[in-house]
């Protein structure tokens, strides 16, 4: 027998257990009280209440949980559009959002909450839940049920003229009643969505957003390998793209799709639009967690020595992360020395010394489901060698460049062509390259994304600059050996990378205490850290 299960017979055993986890449960204290509001997240579904066509409905469900290791998950991270639109952060949920007021008996609702159960056995092992009556008080909801009540609700979502949802995962194990998995069986009998291909309807939303004369040649052969499938082979929109590849045909095509969007790609956009422009209450925890990434970068620099292992870089950032009440990090942080840097999501982080080598990292925290995103590029012995300085000017200069672009209506794609014409002239100037066709072999990435509850957050990609987004600006270069060009460039990887608040006028950079300049990169190593006697900083956005 598992310790789970014997821990949930001893449990249901001993009653008093009970009240002891119900009364923990109902009483936790001294947590941080800066966390998103009912109010926020009612405000947040009032928008999309109001962006949602007649006579539809919005469902979103929960993430699933994840195998860590046999009877262990990976600590649960929540449905970023689930934690937006409700504040839930756990699993087995399911949302329900009503462009108009349900009458039901004497009484209405515009939105229903399904839920996890309270379980006093399983909150003992795996911690508390809210449970019905602490959504209704904590979160603000009104109608919330156990997500076991799902199955027999009274309510036929075949009736609503669009059901907006999101892309559900499969391949789910049976949880039994009330699990992610029963949510979406009795979702797709409830509304009779059945055997859609996702994919489909993903890829007609991206021709939509994205694809364009210029880059039709490209849409084209990454849709071609796709018609094995009969949905992609028997879709009308498809087929007419694939028989006469041109401009007329593609706005053709557009103008279709626009006007029966599915409702896969109405929940893509309108989450993109609303997530894409930050509210002030998420930019007080977005700044807050970029600011705590910057000092942690910092620390990261004046803490390092040739003898250190990249994981232990990593592990220093973390602590300087948890020091200032970081929960977690918004992706697998990277910490690459020397050849390793030229890795772009390497992940590893093992290498056992960083020795007198150029290290990358690009380690952003999450701060109550914010995350930030920044890359600092130094040399472990304090000083960048004169082929390392180049390469690090070159990129400095290119993200110099490209924070000038970086406010309402600039277009996005600006931003890509100023990052490419700057390190493609710098390259050819230091004979890295021939022509600036070339410079996609060392600079293989894109130069912005948003930011925001995802890292690679959503958010308009293929118009103008807003007001109110976030995005990354990251331009880098990396020449693993063996690229034809000097040796004496080999295993350079230089990548920097901040975030900016994009404004009326101009950018704010967010990550502006992480040093950026070779000079202040140099300087801060020469400092003293934390674990030498230095003292943590106070952060701006003040802590709760
Ligand atoms: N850290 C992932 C990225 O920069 O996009
Ligand atoms: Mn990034
Ligand atoms: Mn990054």
Redesign the pocket.
């Known amino acids: 027998m598992n310790s789970f299960l014997k821990g949930f017979l001893a449990a249901a055993l001993v009653c008093c257990i009970n009240s002891l986890v119900f009364s923990q449960s109902s009483t936790p204290g001294n947590l941080p009280t800066d966390y998103l509001t009912p109010a926020f997240h009612a405000g947040r579904r009032q928008a999309l209440r109001d962006m949602m066509p007649a006579n539809s409905v919005a469902v979103i469900f929960s993430y699933p949980e994840r195998v860590f290791s046999k009877d262990i998950n990976y600590v649960y991270h929540p449905n970023p559009d689930l934690y937006y639109f409700s504040g839930y952060k756990e699993p087995d949920a399911m949302l329900l959002v009503f462009k108009e007021i349900q009458a039901d008996g004497d009484s209405s609702y515009n939105e229903l909450f399904f839920i996890r159960h309270r379980d006093a056995a399983r909150e003992q092992w795996t911690g508390r839940r809210l449970g019905v009556a602490g959504v209704k008080s904590q979160l603000g909801f009104k109608r919330v049920y156990n997500s076991e009540a799902f199955a027999k609700f009274p309510i036929d979502l075949k009736k609503f003229k669009t059901i907006i949802y999101d892309s559900m995962p499969n391949n789910l194990n049976d949880g039994g009643p009330g699990s992610l998995k029963d949510l979406i069986t009795n979702f797709k009998v409830k509304s009779d969505i059945k055997d859609v291909d996702e994919d489909l309807l993903y890829d007609l939303n991206l021709i939509y957003q994205r694809a364009s004369p210029k880059n039709l040649d490209r849409v084209i052969s990454y849709l071609k390998p796709r018609l094995d499938k009969n949905s992609y082979k028997n879709n009308e929109l498809i087929k007419e793209l694939i028989n006469k590849p041109d401009s007329v045909t593609l706005a053709d095509v557009k103008v279709k799709i626009k006007a029966n969007p599915s409702g896969l790609s109405l929940f893509t956009n309108i989450t993109d639009d609303l997530r894409g422009i930050k509210t002030p209450e998420e930019l007080v925890l977005l700044k807050k967690s970029v600011e705590i990434s910057s000092i942690a970068h910092a620390e990261a620099m004046r803490a390092v020595k040739p003898q250190m292992s990249e994981t232990e870089l990593e592990g220093i950032m973390l602590y300087v992360h948890k020091h200032y009440g970081a929960e977690d990090e918004g ?1 697998p942080p ?1 910490v690459g020395a020397g050849a390793n840097g030229c890795i772009l ?1 390497y992940e590893e982080n093992n290498a056992t010394r960083v020795k007198n080598q150029l290290v990358l990292m ?1 380690v ?1 925290a999450e701060y109550h489901g914010y995350s930030a ?1 920044v ?1 600092r590029t130094f040399p472990a012995n304090g000083k960048f060698t004169d082929e390392q300085k180049s390469i690090y000017q070159a990129v400095y200069d290119a993200q110099e460049e490209v924070f000038k672009l970086c406010k309402e209506g600039v277009k996005y794609s600006d931003l890509e062509i100023k990052t490419r014409e700057v390190l493609s002239s710098r390259l050819i100037q230091l004979g890295i390259i021939k022509s600036a066709g070339e410079v996609g072999k060392y600079y293989p990435h894109g130069v912005s ?1 948003h930011l925001g509850l995802d ?2 957050d959503k958010g308009e990609y293929g118009g103008e600059l807003k007001a109110g987004m976030v995005i ?1 600006v ?1 331009p880098g270069v990396y020449i693993p050996a063996g690229s034809p060009c000097d040796k004496k460039w080999w295993n350079i990887g230089v990548r920097i ?1 901040d975030d900016m608040l994009i404004g009326k006028d101009g950018g704010t950079l967010l990550s502006i205490d992480a040093p950026r300049k070779w000079e202040d990169v140099e300087k801060t190593i020469a400092e003293k850290s934390i674990f030498d006697g230095g003292k943590f900083p106070e952060l701006k956005v003040v802590l709760k």
């Open positions: 992706y990277i999501h690009d952003g995103d890359t994304h890292v690679h990354t990251e990378e």
